[in-house]
Protein backbone atom coordinates (compact mmCIF):
# COMPACT_ATOMS: atom_id res chain seq x y z
CA UNK A 1 0.00 0.00 0.00
CA UNK A 2 1.76 3.59 -1.00
CA UNK A 3 2.35 6.37 1.56
CA UNK A 4 3.82 9.67 1.72
CA UNK A 5 7.07 10.25 2.28
CA UNK A 6 9.19 14.03 2.28
CA UNK A 7 12.59 14.29 0.72
CA UNK A 8 14.05 17.17 2.67
CA UNK A 9 16.87 19.38 0.74
CA UNK A 10 19.66 21.43 2.92
CA UNK A 11 22.18 23.46 1.10
CA UNK A 12 25.19 24.11 3.27
CA UNK A 13 28.26 26.54 1.94
CA UNK A 14 30.59 24.48 3.78
CA UNK A 15 31.97 21.45 4.93
CA UNK A 16 31.86 22.31 8.81
CA UNK A 17 28.41 23.71 8.84
CA UNK A 18 27.27 20.31 6.63
CA UNK A 19 29.01 18.16 9.20
CA UNK A 20 26.91 19.58 11.99
CA UNK A 21 23.72 19.13 10.18
CA UNK A 22 24.86 15.23 10.26
CA UNK A 23 25.33 15.28 13.69
CA UNK A 24 22.24 17.22 14.78
CA UNK A 25 20.42 14.89 12.25
CA UNK A 26 21.80 11.93 14.04
CA UNK A 27 20.77 13.63 17.30
CA UNK A 28 17.25 13.96 16.19
CA UNK A 29 17.07 10.18 15.59
CA UNK A 30 18.21 10.25 12.13
CA UNK A 31 19.90 6.50 11.11
CA UNK A 32 22.29 6.43 8.13
CA UNK A 33 19.80 4.96 6.12
CA UNK A 34 17.69 8.27 6.36
CA UNK A 35 19.89 10.56 5.12
CA UNK A 36 22.73 11.02 1.95
CA UNK A 37 25.40 13.68 1.74
CA UNK A 38 25.34 15.27 -1.92
CA UNK A 39 28.80 17.11 -2.81
CA UNK A 40 30.56 18.85 -6.36
CA UNK A 41 33.99 17.06 -5.26
CA UNK A 42 35.00 13.43 -3.39
CA UNK A 43 35.85 14.78 -0.07
CA UNK A 44 37.74 12.17 2.28
CA UNK A 45 36.15 9.40 3.67
CA UNK A 46 34.15 10.31 6.95
CA UNK A 47 34.77 14.33 6.21
CA UNK A 48 31.06 14.82 7.42
CA UNK A 49 30.79 12.39 9.99
CA UNK A 50 29.01 9.35 7.76
CA UNK A 51 29.88 6.06 8.33
CA UNK A 52 31.79 4.07 6.16
CA UNK A 53 30.35 2.64 2.68
CA UNK A 54 29.62 -1.15 2.59
CA UNK A 55 30.30 -2.76 -0.87
CA UNK A 56 30.84 -5.74 -2.43
CA UNK A 57 32.95 -4.46 -5.71
CA UNK A 58 36.42 -6.81 -5.10
CA UNK A 59 34.08 -9.75 -6.13
CA UNK A 60 33.20 -8.61 -9.52
CA UNK A 61 36.19 -8.81 -10.77
CA UNK A 62 36.90 -12.08 -9.51
CA UNK A 63 33.72 -13.34 -10.95
CA UNK A 64 34.39 -11.99 -14.23
CA UNK A 65 38.09 -13.19 -14.48
CA UNK A 66 36.53 -16.79 -14.33
CA UNK A 67 33.72 -16.22 -16.66
CA UNK A 68 36.55 -14.26 -19.41
CA UNK A 69 39.04 -17.76 -18.72
CA UNK A 70 36.03 -20.04 -19.37
CA UNK A 71 34.83 -17.87 -22.40
CA UNK A 72 38.49 -17.71 -23.85
CA UNK A 73 39.08 -21.32 -23.07
CA UNK A 74 36.10 -22.24 -25.19
CA UNK A 75 36.87 -20.31 -28.07
CA UNK A 76 40.92 -21.77 -28.00
CA UNK A 77 40.27 -25.54 -26.76
CA UNK A 78 36.92 -25.96 -28.18
CA UNK A 79 37.22 -24.20 -31.75
CA UNK A 80 40.35 -26.31 -32.22
CA UNK A 81 39.32 -29.19 -31.18
CA UNK A 82 36.26 -29.24 -33.14
CA UNK A 83 38.40 -28.62 -36.17
CA UNK A 84 41.24 -30.10 -35.69
CA UNK A 85 43.60 -29.19 -38.61
CA UNK A 86 47.62 -29.17 -38.24
CA UNK A 87 48.67 -25.61 -39.06
CA UNK A 88 52.27 -24.64 -38.87
CA UNK A 89 53.45 -27.89 -37.61
CA UNK A 90 52.20 -26.55 -34.18
CA UNK A 91 49.78 -29.04 -32.10
CA UNK A 92 46.07 -28.53 -32.29
CA UNK A 93 46.16 -27.33 -28.52
CA UNK A 94 49.48 -25.09 -28.51
CA UNK A 95 49.71 -23.95 -25.07
CA UNK A 96 51.43 -20.06 -26.06
CA UNK A 97 48.69 -18.80 -28.08
CA UNK A 98 46.36 -20.14 -25.77
CA UNK A 99 47.83 -18.69 -22.97
CA UNK A 100 47.69 -15.36 -24.86
CA UNK A 101 44.04 -15.60 -26.15
CA UNK A 102 42.73 -16.96 -22.37
CA UNK A 103 44.84 -13.92 -21.00
CA UNK A 104 42.95 -11.96 -22.45
CA UNK A 105 39.35 -12.91 -22.27
CA UNK A 106 40.22 -13.49 -18.46
CA UNK A 107 41.55 -9.45 -18.31
CA UNK A 108 38.38 -8.85 -20.71
CA UNK A 109 35.92 -10.50 -18.05
CA UNK A 110 37.36 -8.99 -14.89
CA UNK A 111 37.26 -5.51 -16.16
CA UNK A 112 34.05 -5.76 -17.81
CA UNK A 113 32.60 -6.69 -14.46
CA UNK A 114 34.66 -4.27 -12.97
CA UNK A 115 33.09 -1.95 -14.74
CA UNK A 116 29.51 -3.02 -14.06
CA UNK A 117 30.20 -3.33 -10.13
CA UNK A 118 31.06 0.16 -10.18
CA UNK A 119 27.66 1.10 -12.07
CA UNK A 120 25.83 -1.56 -10.01
CA UNK A 121 27.40 -0.51 -6.47
CA UNK A 122 27.09 3.08 -7.22
CA UNK A 123 23.07 2.59 -7.35
CA UNK A 124 23.06 3.63 -11.00
CA UNK A 125 21.86 4.45 -13.44
CA UNK A 126 18.78 6.27 -11.67
CA UNK A 127 16.37 7.45 -14.12
CA UNK A 128 15.12 10.59 -12.41
CA UNK A 129 17.53 13.17 -10.08
CA UNK A 130 14.49 13.37 -7.31
CA UNK A 131 15.12 16.48 -5.15
CA UNK A 132 18.19 17.85 -6.02
CA UNK A 133 19.84 21.33 -6.81
CA UNK A 134 22.72 22.08 -9.38
CA UNK A 135 24.38 24.54 -7.28
CA UNK A 136 25.92 21.45 -5.54
CA UNK A 137 27.70 21.05 -8.41
CA UNK A 138 29.29 24.86 -7.58
CA UNK A 139 30.49 24.29 -4.19
CA UNK A 140 27.30 23.76 -2.03
CA UNK A 141 26.63 20.65 -0.21
CA UNK A 142 23.60 18.92 -0.04
CA UNK A 143 21.93 17.13 2.94
CA UNK A 144 19.23 15.05 1.26
CA UNK A 145 16.81 13.76 4.14
CA UNK A 146 13.96 11.10 3.29
CA UNK A 147 11.46 10.67 6.18
CA UNK A 148 7.93 10.61 7.14
CA UNK A 149 5.67 13.72 7.19
CA UNK A 150 5.55 13.93 10.55
CA UNK A 151 9.49 13.91 11.09
CA UNK A 152 9.98 16.80 8.48
CA UNK A 153 10.05 19.04 11.53
CA UNK A 154 12.49 17.61 13.30
CA UNK A 155 14.48 17.14 10.19
CA UNK A 156 14.06 20.80 9.23
CA UNK A 157 15.11 21.82 12.47
CA UNK A 158 18.25 20.15 13.01
CA UNK A 159 19.37 21.21 9.57
CA UNK A 160 18.53 24.51 10.58
CA UNK A 161 20.28 24.83 14.02
CA UNK A 162 23.80 23.84 12.23
CA UNK A 163 23.16 26.88 9.79
CA UNK A 164 21.33 25.97 7.07
CA UNK A 165 21.85 28.04 3.94
CA UNK A 166 18.55 27.28 2.00
CA UNK A 167 16.20 23.81 2.50
CA UNK A 168 14.02 22.14 -0.30
CA UNK A 169 11.10 19.97 0.33
CA UNK A 170 8.82 17.13 -2.05
CA UNK A 171 6.30 14.86 -1.38
CA UNK A 172 6.48 11.75 -2.81
CA UNK A 173 4.67 8.25 -2.79
CA UNK A 174 6.15 5.32 -1.53
CA UNK A 175 4.59 1.67 -2.64
CA UNK B 1 55.45 21.94 -5.97
CA UNK B 2 52.30 23.81 -5.37
CA UNK B 3 51.44 26.59 -7.81
CA UNK B 4 48.08 26.59 -7.66
CA UNK B 5 45.87 30.17 -8.08
CA UNK B 6 42.64 29.52 -5.41
CA UNK B 7 38.99 29.05 -7.88
CA UNK B 8 35.86 27.99 -6.26
CA UNK B 9 34.44 24.90 -7.52
CA UNK B 10 32.31 27.61 -9.56
CA UNK B 11 35.05 28.82 -11.45
CA UNK B 12 36.85 25.43 -11.97
CA UNK B 13 33.71 24.36 -13.58
CA UNK B 14 33.31 27.72 -15.65
CA UNK B 15 37.44 27.02 -16.55
CA UNK B 16 37.10 23.71 -17.62
CA UNK B 17 33.91 23.46 -19.44
CA UNK B 18 34.99 26.38 -21.48
CA UNK B 19 36.82 24.20 -23.94
CA UNK B 20 33.08 22.77 -24.44
CA UNK B 21 30.77 25.59 -24.24
CA UNK B 22 32.44 28.33 -25.49
CA UNK B 23 32.90 29.02 -29.46
CA UNK B 24 36.38 29.26 -30.87
CA UNK B 25 36.65 30.44 -34.58
CA UNK B 26 40.25 28.65 -34.54
CA UNK B 27 38.78 25.46 -33.07
CA UNK B 28 36.85 25.13 -36.52
CA UNK B 29 39.63 26.27 -38.79
CA UNK B 30 41.92 23.64 -37.56
CA UNK B 31 39.36 20.50 -37.47
CA UNK B 32 38.38 21.73 -40.67
CA UNK B 33 42.23 21.85 -41.79
CA UNK B 34 42.62 17.90 -40.04
CA UNK B 35 38.91 17.46 -41.76
CA UNK B 36 41.03 18.07 -45.51
CA UNK B 37 43.71 15.70 -44.42
CA UNK B 38 41.81 12.70 -43.15
CA UNK B 39 39.61 12.91 -46.55
CA UNK B 40 42.67 12.92 -48.84
CA UNK B 41 44.05 9.74 -46.65
CA UNK B 42 40.28 8.38 -47.47
CA UNK B 43 40.84 9.38 -50.99
CA UNK B 44 44.20 7.39 -51.19
CA UNK B 45 42.63 4.91 -49.26
CA UNK B 46 39.93 4.16 -52.08
CA UNK B 47 42.07 4.43 -54.80
CA UNK B 48 44.53 1.66 -53.42
CA UNK B 49 41.51 -0.92 -52.66
CA UNK B 50 40.12 0.30 -56.44
CA UNK B 51 43.71 -0.29 -57.71
CA UNK B 52 45.13 -3.04 -55.42
CA UNK B 53 48.55 -3.03 -52.90
CA UNK B 54 50.77 -2.41 -56.09
CA UNK B 55 50.25 1.83 -56.10
CA UNK B 56 51.83 1.09 -52.32
CA UNK B 57 55.97 1.02 -52.31
CA UNK B 58 55.35 -2.63 -51.16
CA UNK B 59 56.82 -5.37 -52.85
CA UNK B 60 59.18 -8.66 -52.75
CA UNK B 61 60.97 -9.17 -50.14
CA UNK B 62 59.43 -5.64 -48.26
CA UNK B 63 55.73 -6.39 -47.48
CA UNK B 64 55.51 -4.65 -44.22
CA UNK B 65 56.44 -1.10 -44.66
CA UNK B 66 54.79 2.72 -43.59
CA UNK B 67 51.35 0.81 -42.84
CA UNK B 68 52.72 -2.04 -40.09
CA UNK B 69 55.01 1.15 -38.55
CA UNK B 70 52.42 3.21 -38.43
CA UNK B 71 50.49 0.53 -36.82
CA UNK B 72 53.46 -0.10 -34.12
CA UNK B 73 54.15 3.43 -33.70
CA UNK B 74 50.16 4.70 -32.81
CA UNK B 75 49.93 1.42 -30.40
CA UNK B 76 53.13 2.89 -28.42
CA UNK B 77 51.32 6.59 -28.43
CA UNK B 78 48.29 4.36 -26.96
CA UNK B 79 50.77 3.55 -23.58
CA UNK B 80 50.70 6.99 -22.86
CA UNK B 81 46.94 6.40 -21.20
CA UNK B 82 47.86 3.50 -18.95
CA UNK B 83 51.16 4.38 -17.84
CA UNK B 84 50.62 7.65 -16.71
CA UNK B 85 47.11 7.61 -15.34
CA UNK B 86 47.09 4.10 -13.93
CA UNK B 87 50.68 4.28 -12.35
CA UNK B 88 50.42 7.75 -11.37
CA UNK B 89 46.84 7.15 -9.74
CA UNK B 90 47.83 3.68 -7.86
CA UNK B 91 51.01 5.94 -6.76
CA UNK B 92 48.56 8.68 -5.27
CA UNK B 93 50.72 11.25 -7.55
CA UNK B 94 49.30 14.36 -7.07
CA UNK B 95 50.65 16.04 -9.91
CA UNK B 96 48.60 13.73 -11.91
CA UNK B 97 45.44 15.81 -11.83
CA UNK B 98 45.30 17.48 -15.12
CA UNK B 99 46.98 14.44 -17.04
CA UNK B 100 45.28 11.44 -16.74
CA UNK B 101 42.49 12.13 -18.99
CA UNK B 102 44.18 13.49 -21.79
CA UNK B 103 46.35 10.47 -21.60
CA UNK B 104 43.23 8.13 -21.62
CA UNK B 105 41.65 9.74 -24.36
CA UNK B 106 44.76 10.07 -26.41
CA UNK B 107 44.86 6.08 -25.66
CA UNK B 108 41.94 5.44 -27.33
CA UNK B 109 42.20 7.51 -30.72
CA UNK B 110 45.80 6.16 -31.34
CA UNK B 111 44.60 2.89 -30.56
CA UNK B 112 41.56 2.82 -32.56
CA UNK B 113 43.75 4.77 -35.62
CA UNK B 114 46.41 1.69 -35.05
CA UNK B 115 43.77 -0.75 -35.65
CA UNK B 116 43.25 0.48 -38.81
CA UNK B 117 46.29 0.16 -40.40
CA UNK B 118 46.65 -3.63 -40.73
CA UNK B 119 43.20 -3.56 -41.97
CA UNK B 120 44.78 -1.06 -44.63
CA UNK B 121 47.63 -3.19 -44.81
CA UNK B 122 45.48 -5.84 -45.77
CA UNK B 123 44.13 -4.46 -48.91
CA UNK B 124 41.08 -6.08 -48.67
CA UNK B 125 39.79 -5.11 -45.21
CA UNK B 126 36.06 -6.05 -45.80
CA UNK B 127 37.63 -9.34 -46.02
CA UNK B 128 38.85 -9.44 -42.60
CA UNK B 129 36.24 -11.02 -41.03
CA UNK B 130 37.28 -14.04 -42.37
CA UNK B 131 40.56 -14.29 -40.38
CA UNK B 132 39.79 -12.89 -37.31
CA UNK B 133 35.96 -13.53 -37.40
CA UNK B 134 33.93 -13.39 -33.91
CA UNK B 135 34.96 -14.72 -30.73
CA UNK B 136 32.94 -17.80 -30.87
CA UNK B 137 30.90 -18.04 -34.18
CA UNK B 138 32.86 -19.62 -36.86
CA UNK B 139 34.52 -17.67 -39.60
CA UNK B 140 33.68 -19.46 -42.56
CA UNK B 141 30.16 -20.24 -41.79
CA UNK B 142 29.65 -22.78 -44.89
CA UNK B 143 32.46 -24.64 -43.84
CA UNK B 144 32.08 -24.45 -40.47
CA UNK B 145 35.76 -23.95 -39.55
CA UNK B 146 37.46 -21.52 -36.77
CA UNK B 147 39.64 -18.87 -36.72
CA UNK B 148 43.07 -20.12 -36.17
CA UNK B 149 44.22 -19.22 -32.68
CA UNK B 150 47.85 -20.36 -33.47
CA UNK B 151 48.44 -17.04 -35.45
CA UNK B 152 49.92 -13.91 -34.63
CA UNK B 153 47.19 -12.55 -36.42
CA UNK B 154 44.48 -13.38 -33.59
CA UNK B 155 46.60 -12.30 -30.82
CA UNK B 156 46.93 -8.55 -31.90
CA UNK B 157 43.39 -8.13 -32.07
CA UNK B 158 42.83 -9.53 -28.80
CA UNK B 159 44.85 -7.67 -27.07
CA UNK B 160 44.17 -4.65 -28.82
CA UNK B 161 40.42 -5.18 -28.28
CA UNK B 162 40.64 -5.78 -24.79
CA UNK B 163 43.02 -3.02 -24.00
CA UNK B 164 40.62 -0.71 -26.51
CA UNK B 165 37.37 -1.58 -24.44
CA UNK B 166 38.78 -1.65 -21.30
CA UNK B 167 40.62 2.15 -21.89
CA UNK B 168 37.13 3.50 -23.23
CA UNK B 169 34.93 2.21 -20.41
CA UNK B 170 37.63 3.30 -18.08
CA UNK B 171 38.02 6.59 -19.59
CA UNK B 172 33.55 6.26 -19.51
CA UNK B 173 33.76 5.82 -15.98
CA UNK B 174 35.59 8.55 -15.24
CA UNK B 175 33.42 10.74 -16.86
CA UNK B 176 30.44 10.30 -15.04
CA UNK B 177 31.38 12.72 -12.61
CA UNK B 178 31.75 15.38 -14.56
CA UNK B 179 29.04 14.66 -17.31
CA UNK B 180 26.84 15.48 -14.13
CA UNK B 181 28.71 18.77 -13.97
CA UNK B 182 28.18 19.33 -17.56
CA UNK B 183 24.56 17.89 -17.25
CA UNK B 184 23.93 20.98 -14.21
CA UNK B 185 25.30 23.62 -16.48
CA UNK B 186 23.86 22.74 -20.05
CA UNK B 187 20.25 23.26 -21.40
CA UNK B 188 18.37 21.67 -24.42
CA UNK B 189 19.76 18.60 -26.55
CA UNK B 190 23.09 18.59 -24.89
CA UNK B 191 21.44 18.51 -21.20
CA UNK B 192 19.70 15.68 -22.33
CA UNK B 193 22.91 14.37 -23.63
CA UNK B 194 24.82 14.71 -20.44
CA UNK B 195 21.94 13.90 -18.01
CA UNK B 196 21.54 10.20 -20.57
CA UNK B 197 25.16 9.57 -20.12
CA UNK B 198 25.84 10.79 -16.42
CA UNK B 199 23.26 7.70 -15.56
CA UNK B 200 21.56 9.89 -12.90
CA UNK B 201 24.91 10.76 -10.93
CA UNK B 202 24.13 12.94 -7.72
CA UNK B 203 27.31 12.94 -5.90
CA UNK B 204 26.71 11.19 -3.03
CA UNK B 205 28.86 9.41 -0.28
CA UNK B 206 28.65 6.06 -1.58
CA UNK B 207 29.03 7.43 -5.51
CA UNK B 208 32.21 9.51 -4.52
CA UNK B 209 33.66 6.16 -2.86
CA UNK B 210 33.07 4.01 -5.49
CA UNK B 211 34.70 6.13 -8.32
CA UNK B 212 37.75 6.78 -5.89
CA UNK B 213 37.91 2.96 -5.83
CA UNK B 214 37.42 2.60 -9.86
CA UNK B 215 40.10 4.65 -10.39
CA UNK B 216 42.50 2.36 -8.52
CA UNK B 217 40.99 -0.82 -9.50
CA UNK B 218 40.70 -0.49 -13.03
CA UNK B 219 44.22 1.16 -13.36
CA UNK B 220 45.61 -2.08 -11.38
CA UNK B 221 43.65 -4.63 -13.94
CA UNK B 222 43.89 -2.63 -16.81
CA UNK B 223 48.26 -2.53 -16.42
CA UNK B 224 48.90 -6.37 -17.30
CA UNK B 225 46.55 -5.35 -20.18
CA UNK B 226 48.81 -2.89 -20.91
CA UNK B 227 52.03 -4.30 -20.92
CA UNK B 228 50.72 -7.57 -22.66
CA UNK B 229 49.47 -5.00 -25.71
CA UNK B 230 53.08 -4.16 -26.72
CA UNK B 231 54.45 -7.52 -25.82
CA UNK B 232 52.21 -9.34 -28.84
CA UNK B 233 53.16 -6.33 -30.52
CA UNK B 234 56.38 -7.55 -30.58
CA UNK B 235 55.93 -10.60 -31.04
CA UNK B 236 54.56 -10.51 -34.14
CA UNK B 237 58.41 -9.48 -34.96
CA UNK B 238 60.01 -11.70 -32.64
CA UNK B 239 57.87 -14.80 -33.26
CA UNK B 240 59.47 -14.54 -36.76
CA UNK B 241 62.31 -17.62 -36.93
CA UNK B 242 63.60 -15.94 -40.83
CA UNK B 243 64.01 -12.18 -40.29
CA UNK B 244 67.08 -10.78 -39.44
CA UNK B 245 67.24 -8.97 -36.24
CA UNK B 246 63.53 -9.90 -35.23
CA UNK B 247 63.82 -12.99 -33.55
CA UNK B 248 65.18 -11.33 -30.30
CA UNK B 249 63.59 -12.36 -26.96
CA UNK B 250 64.48 -9.23 -25.39
CA UNK B 251 61.66 -7.23 -28.00
CA UNK B 252 58.87 -7.65 -25.64
CA UNK B 253 60.24 -5.20 -22.65
CA UNK B 254 62.19 -3.54 -25.64
CA UNK B 255 59.01 -2.62 -27.15
CA UNK B 256 57.29 -2.06 -24.04
CA UNK B 257 59.48 0.76 -22.85
CA UNK B 258 59.75 2.56 -25.92
CA UNK B 259 56.11 2.45 -26.10
CA UNK B 260 55.58 4.31 -23.22
CA UNK B 261 58.83 6.47 -23.86
CA UNK B 262 57.03 8.15 -26.85
CA UNK B 263 53.61 7.55 -25.10
CA UNK B 264 54.77 9.89 -22.37
CA UNK B 265 55.88 12.30 -25.04
CA UNK B 266 53.23 12.23 -26.98
CA UNK B 267 50.62 12.92 -23.68
CA UNK B 268 53.52 16.08 -22.67
CA UNK B 269 52.89 17.66 -26.22
CA UNK B 270 49.40 16.96 -25.90
CA UNK B 271 49.30 18.95 -22.76
CA UNK B 272 51.12 21.80 -23.68
CA UNK B 273 48.54 22.40 -26.62
CA UNK B 274 45.74 21.99 -24.42
CA UNK B 275 47.25 24.79 -21.91
CA UNK B 276 47.98 26.86 -24.88
CA UNK B 277 45.00 26.47 -27.52
CA UNK B 278 42.54 26.52 -24.14
CA UNK B 279 44.40 28.92 -21.83
CA UNK B 280 44.46 26.26 -19.04
CA UNK B 281 47.65 27.43 -17.15
CA UNK B 282 46.01 27.37 -13.76
CA UNK B 283 45.30 23.78 -14.10
CA UNK B 284 48.54 22.64 -16.38
CA UNK B 285 51.35 24.19 -14.82
CA UNK B 286 55.54 24.35 -14.52
CA UNK B 287 55.35 22.18 -11.85
CA UNK B 288 53.49 19.31 -13.95
CA UNK B 289 56.05 19.65 -17.23
CA UNK B 290 58.80 19.63 -14.38
CA UNK B 291 57.60 16.56 -12.91
CA UNK B 292 56.80 14.95 -15.95
CA UNK B 293 60.45 15.53 -17.97
CA UNK B 294 61.69 14.14 -14.86
CA UNK B 295 59.84 10.66 -15.22
CA UNK B 296 60.62 11.35 -19.27
CA UNK B 297 64.51 10.69 -18.64
CA UNK B 298 64.11 7.30 -16.33
CA UNK B 299 62.19 6.09 -19.14
CA UNK B 300 64.02 7.07 -21.74
CA UNK B 301 67.31 5.77 -20.11
CA UNK B 302 65.03 2.32 -19.19
CA UNK B 303 64.72 2.22 -23.24
CA UNK B 304 67.80 3.25 -24.20
CA UNK B 305 69.31 0.11 -21.93
CA UNK B 306 67.44 -1.78 -23.34
CA UNK B 307 68.10 -0.37 -27.29
CA UNK B 308 71.75 -0.77 -26.17
CA UNK B 309 71.37 -4.91 -25.30
CA UNK B 310 69.24 -5.27 -28.21
CA UNK B 311 71.73 -3.86 -30.82
CA UNK B 312 75.09 -4.85 -28.64
CA UNK B 313 74.07 -8.33 -27.86
CA UNK B 314 73.00 -8.83 -31.86
CA UNK B 315 76.66 -8.41 -32.47
CA UNK B 316 78.47 -10.26 -29.81
CA UNK B 317 77.08 -13.67 -31.66
CA UNK B 318 79.82 -12.34 -34.32
CA UNK B 319 76.85 -13.92 -36.83
CA UNK B 320 77.60 -12.41 -40.79
CA UNK B 321 74.09 -11.34 -41.25
CA UNK B 322 73.34 -10.09 -38.08
CA UNK B 323 76.47 -7.90 -38.90
CA UNK B 324 75.46 -7.01 -42.19
CA UNK B 325 72.07 -6.09 -41.44
CA UNK B 326 73.82 -3.54 -38.60
CA UNK B 327 75.80 -2.33 -41.47
CA UNK B 328 72.61 -1.46 -43.75
CA UNK B 329 71.08 0.06 -40.90
CA UNK B 330 73.84 2.26 -39.50
CA UNK B 331 75.64 3.06 -42.80
CA UNK B 332 74.27 2.20 -45.42
CA UNK B 333 72.20 4.99 -47.31
CA UNK B 334 69.37 6.50 -46.51
CA UNK B 335 69.41 4.10 -43.49
CA UNK B 336 72.10 5.55 -41.91
CA UNK B 337 71.12 9.44 -41.83
CA UNK B 338 67.81 7.85 -40.49
CA UNK B 339 69.24 5.96 -37.76
CA UNK B 340 71.47 8.96 -36.58
CA UNK B 341 68.47 11.45 -36.67
CA UNK B 342 66.59 8.07 -34.80
CA UNK B 343 68.99 8.01 -31.95
CA UNK B 344 70.12 11.78 -31.36
CA UNK B 345 66.31 12.71 -31.72
CA UNK B 346 65.16 9.86 -29.05
CA UNK B 347 67.80 10.50 -26.70
CA UNK B 348 71.00 12.25 -26.89
CA UNK B 349 69.01 15.69 -27.72
CA UNK B 350 66.41 15.74 -25.52
CA UNK B 351 67.58 13.74 -22.39
CA UNK B 352 70.30 16.25 -21.93
CA UNK B 353 68.13 18.57 -22.18
CA UNK B 354 65.79 17.34 -19.66
CA UNK B 355 68.12 17.27 -16.69
CA UNK B 356 68.13 21.34 -17.05
CA UNK B 357 65.33 22.20 -14.70
CA UNK B 358 64.90 25.96 -16.91
CA UNK B 359 63.86 22.96 -19.63
CA UNK B 360 61.52 21.01 -17.63
CA UNK B 361 59.38 24.14 -16.89
CA UNK B 362 59.47 25.82 -19.94
CA UNK B 363 56.66 24.67 -22.62
CA UNK B 364 58.30 26.04 -25.28
CA UNK B 365 61.67 23.79 -25.36
CA UNK B 366 59.13 20.69 -23.66
CA UNK B 367 57.03 20.78 -26.68
CA UNK B 368 59.96 20.53 -29.30
CA UNK B 369 61.56 17.94 -27.28
CA UNK B 370 58.74 15.87 -27.18
CA UNK B 371 57.78 15.89 -30.42
CA UNK B 372 61.25 15.07 -31.58
CA UNK B 373 61.46 12.15 -29.08
CA UNK B 374 58.06 11.01 -31.15
CA UNK B 375 59.80 11.14 -34.75
CA UNK B 376 62.66 9.93 -33.52
CA UNK B 377 60.58 6.79 -32.33
CA UNK B 378 58.69 6.70 -35.43
CA UNK B 379 61.94 6.14 -37.21
CA UNK B 380 62.66 3.42 -34.90
CA UNK B 381 60.01 1.35 -35.70
CA UNK B 382 60.94 1.88 -39.20
CA UNK B 383 64.50 1.04 -39.25
CA UNK B 384 63.30 -2.45 -37.15
CA UNK B 385 60.88 -3.09 -39.89
CA UNK B 386 61.95 -2.58 -43.34
CA UNK B 387 65.52 -3.31 -43.05
CA UNK B 388 65.39 -6.10 -41.68
CA UNK B 389 62.97 -7.29 -44.23
CA UNK B 390 65.37 -6.14 -47.50
CA UNK B 391 67.63 -8.55 -46.11
CA UNK B 392 65.26 -11.33 -45.17
CA UNK B 393 67.29 -14.05 -47.52
CA UNK B 394 70.81 -14.97 -47.27
CA UNK B 395 70.62 -14.78 -51.44
CA UNK B 396 71.47 -11.47 -52.72
CA UNK B 397 69.68 -11.31 -56.08
CA UNK B 398 66.46 -11.52 -53.59
CA UNK B 399 67.72 -8.55 -52.00
CA UNK B 400 65.32 -5.69 -51.84
CA UNK B 401 64.53 -1.87 -51.48
CA UNK B 402 61.54 -0.12 -50.35
CA UNK B 403 60.18 3.35 -51.81
CA UNK B 404 57.10 4.69 -50.05
CA UNK B 405 54.64 5.90 -52.93
CA UNK B 406 52.74 9.23 -52.04
CA UNK B 407 49.52 6.80 -50.88
CA UNK B 408 51.05 5.48 -48.14
CA UNK B 409 52.33 8.93 -46.53
CA UNK B 410 49.07 10.63 -47.92
CA UNK B 411 47.65 7.83 -45.20
CA UNK B 412 50.14 8.30 -42.59
CA UNK B 413 49.20 11.81 -42.46
CA UNK B 414 45.78 10.93 -42.61
CA UNK B 415 46.29 9.18 -39.14
CA UNK B 416 47.64 12.22 -37.27
CA UNK B 417 44.86 14.17 -38.15
CA UNK B 418 42.93 11.14 -37.20
CA UNK B 419 44.14 11.38 -33.37
CA UNK B 420 44.43 15.03 -33.28
CA UNK B 421 41.09 15.78 -34.82
CA UNK B 422 39.53 13.14 -32.60
CA UNK B 423 41.19 14.73 -29.38
CA UNK B 424 39.39 17.70 -30.30
CA UNK B 425 36.40 16.73 -31.00
CA UNK B 426 36.43 14.84 -27.80
CA UNK B 427 37.29 18.23 -25.87
CA UNK B 428 34.39 19.63 -27.81
CA UNK B 429 32.10 17.20 -26.15
CA UNK B 430 33.55 16.45 -22.95
CA UNK B 431 35.98 17.61 -20.02
CA UNK B 432 39.81 17.25 -21.36
CA UNK B 433 40.72 17.88 -17.46
CA UNK B 434 38.58 15.82 -14.90
CA UNK B 435 36.41 18.60 -13.26
CA UNK B 436 36.15 16.82 -9.84
CA UNK B 437 40.00 15.76 -9.55
CA UNK B 438 41.00 19.70 -9.69
CA UNK B 439 38.16 20.16 -7.21
CA UNK B 440 39.30 17.40 -5.09
CA UNK B 441 43.05 18.50 -5.21
CA UNK B 442 42.04 21.80 -3.96
CA UNK B 443 40.28 20.06 -0.70
CA UNK B 444 43.14 18.13 -0.24
CA UNK B 445 46.20 20.27 -0.51
CA UNK B 446 46.95 22.74 2.02
CA UNK B 447 50.13 25.06 3.45
CA UNK B 448 51.50 23.85 6.80
CA UNK B 449 54.14 25.84 8.42
CA UNK B 450 57.32 24.21 9.22
CA UNK B 451 59.65 26.41 11.17
CA UNK B 452 59.92 29.84 8.86
CA UNK B 453 59.08 28.15 5.78
CA UNK B 454 55.36 27.23 4.41
CA UNK B 455 55.24 23.90 2.46
CA UNK B 456 52.86 22.23 0.79
CA UNK B 457 51.19 19.38 2.36
CA UNK B 458 48.41 16.40 0.72
CA UNK B 459 46.03 14.98 2.43
CA UNK B 460 46.31 11.28 1.65
CA UNK B 461 43.52 8.44 2.35
CA UNK B 462 44.62 4.80 2.80
Known sequence: ?175 | MQERREKTESQINTDLLSAMLDNHLWFWIVLAGLGLVILAGAAAAGYMFDRGLGVTGLNRPVFWGFFITNFVFWVGISHAGVMLSAILRLAQAEWRRPATRAAEVLTIFSLATALIFPLLHTGRPWRVFYWVGLPILPYDLSRGIFQNVRSALLWDPSAIFTYLTSSTLFVFIALVPDLAVARDRTTGWRRALYATLALGFRGNARQWRLQAIAGILLSALILPVFVSVHSIVSWDFAAAVSVEGWHQTIFAPYFVIGAVHSGVSGVVTAMILMAWLFKWQDYIRPEHFDALGRLLIVVATAWFYFFFIEFSFGLFSQEPSEIALRQTQVFGQPWGWMYLTFIMASYFIPVPLWMFRRVRRSLVLMFWTTILVNIGMWLERFLIIVPSLMRKQGLTFVWGDYNPSPIEVLLVAASFAVVLGGVLLFSKIFPLIPIYDAKEGKYIEAEIQVGRRTVPAVIREE
Open chain 1, 1 to 175: MANKRRSVLGLFNDPGTAADGVEALQNAGFGANDFEILTGAPYPEGAFGEEPIKHRLYYFPLVGAVVGLSLALLATVGTQLSWPLVTGGKPVLAIPPMAIISYEGTMLGAILFTILGIVFESRLPRLGLGLYDARINEGKIGLLVACEPDQMGSAIDAMQGAGVFEIKQEEWEKA
